[in-house]
């Protein structure tokens, strides 16, 4: 026991232990939204089609019972949406190492849009 102990002492000590960071901790980047950008049918038909493969899973009118909130983004500022998708939170997993910067930024357009309806 004496020498498990001083096994784990000696790897804390010597940083040989590393603990990774929880999504929550990791630090986070805010982008720069603009209405160009969010109004661009291009990046909203972007965004449609990850909503159609991966989000309409879980939330919205077709989703699985009680997976995901139904969304309301007439109470969301695109930067909200965009963290919570870069992040994900409770339940929700966090989508940076799927999609990269400009597909999250598309899904986030395709939320915020008046095509958007769940």
Request: aromatic letters at 14%; charged letters at 25%.
């Amino acid at each position: 026991m004496l020498r498990l102990s001083f096994a784990l002492a000696l790897t804390v000590l010597t940083g040989a232990l590393t603990i990774p960071l929880m999504a929550e901790e990791a630090p986070f980047e805010p982008v720069a939204f603009t209405d160009e950008f969010l109004n661009d049918p291009a990046n909203i038909e972007r965004g449609r089609e990850i909503w159609g493969e991966q989000c309409k899973l879980c939330h919205g009118k077709t989703a699985y019972p009680g997976k995901g909130p139904r969304l309301k983004p007439y109470k969301y500022k695109p930067d909200f949406v965009y963290k919570r998708v870069t992040k994900g939170f409770r339940g929700m997993p966090a989508w940076a190492e799927v999609y990269d910067e400009y597909e999250r930024m598309a899904v986030t357009a395709f939320i915020m849009s008046d095509a958007f309806s769940n």
